[in-house]
Every structure is written in structure tokens, then in C-alpha cells.
């Protein structure tokens, strides 16, 4: 029996690599809809986990003014216009290397991303928490959040694009897995410190930004897989 040849490898890669986004995107999007269902639904008893976790939250907070102060600084830095703009730079920078395909992934990646959290804030219309003394303001509609949303996608793409760059650098690796992990999940539990989220936007956000990097990772994928013959036979370089 003869060894696969590298065409082949290749092709192998891509249905592995396909199969798992698909089977990632339809993993988180089953618990992001029965999030989504109790949220329109208004279930009692996350209704009263949000409320529980706000009131709670909100106390501490007004208790430590530095503390607000730190995560309001935080969320300006971690704001969605930031992972926009860094994107943006990602796809300048992928375009001139050669990968055209993948700078396209990005950037349809993060406005398909920011586009969705917009509608479906407009379609749920949930009102954001409410204090008489609060700590922060934020306008808009509460579900899904939206920092919650973008740092998530931002951190996925960032991650996708880069780790393979630091496959023989271990170091840098571990500074970006963390980084890719802590930016967003302290950024989401910011918002609720602030006031301007319930827990449940947060972790809508987060599904959220993560299914929508998977969904457009097995479309590109797929979309890779149809090409790669033709690719081969013209002796196309692989981005």
C-alpha cells in the first residue's frame, strides 16, 4: 500500500479541519439558542441569577471607586473598535503576504460578527440593568454584549491567524493562548462589574463571537477544500 502523497495529506486536513469547525459552530450554537430562548422567554430563574449577580456586583463596585475606574479603562482599551481596527491591520498585513484568502476570512469574520450582535440587540430589545446610583452608563439595547461579542471574535481571529506562527517559539505561544483567553473573559465580567450588562449578555456574547468564527472557519474551509485541486494541478502555492 502506498503512502498518501502530499496532495492528499492535504486534502485530508481539510476535511478534519472542516469537520471541526462545523461541529464546533453546531456545539455552541445549541446552548447559545436555549440562552436565547430563556432571555426572550424571560425564565424566572435566570432572570433572578442575573438580578442576584448584578445587585451583588453593583454593591462591591460602588464600594471601590479605583476599581470602576480600572474596568472602565479596561473596556475603553478592549472596545470593539479596537479589535476592529486590529483586524483591519491583520488584514492589511495578511494581504501583503500573499494570503488574500485568509485577509478575507478576517475581515468577513469581524463585520459579520459586529453586524450580528447589532441586529439581534435591535430584535431582542432588552433593557440593560438599572440602579439609582449607578456606576457606569452605557446606551443601547443590552442582548447580546456587544464587548462581550467583539473580543471574542477579535481574540479567535488573532489566534487563529497567529498561533501557527509560533508553533517553534513555546514562549510566545503561551503569552498568546493566555492573552487570547484572559482579554476577553475579563472584559465580559467588566461589563457586569460596571453595571451595564446582566451575566447572561455576556455569556451571549461570548457563544456568539465564537460561533461566528467557527461558522466562517468551515466555510473558508470548505471553500479551500473545492479549490485545492485546482490549486494543485495550477502549482499554486498554498496560503
Known sequence: M??????????????????????????LLVPFAVLTAMVVGGVDWLHRVDQDVSVAVHDFSSAHSALVDFMWAWCLVFDPWTWRLAALGLVIWLARRGA???AWWVGITMTAGGLLGVVLKVIFE???????????TAVGYSFPSGHALNN???AAVVLAVLLPLTRHRPRWRRWLIGAGLAIPAVTGLFRV????HWLSDVLGGWLLGLIVVAATSAAFVAHRRRRSPQLAGAGVARE
Do not use: K, N
Not at 432588552?126 to 457606569?136: G, I, K, N
Open 152 to 154: 471574542a471574535l477579535g
Open 193 to 196: 462589574g460596571l453595571g451595564v
Open 126 to 136: 432588552r433593557d440593560r440593568p438599572s440602579f439609582l446610583d449607578p456606576v457606569a
Open 2 to 27: 502506498r503512502p498518501p502523497s502530499s496532495d492528499e495529506r492535504q486534502e485530508h486536513a481539510l476535511h478534519v479541519r472542516l469537520a471541526v469547525a462545523a461541529a464546533v459552530a453546531v456545539a
Open 100 to 102: 488574500r484568502s485568509l
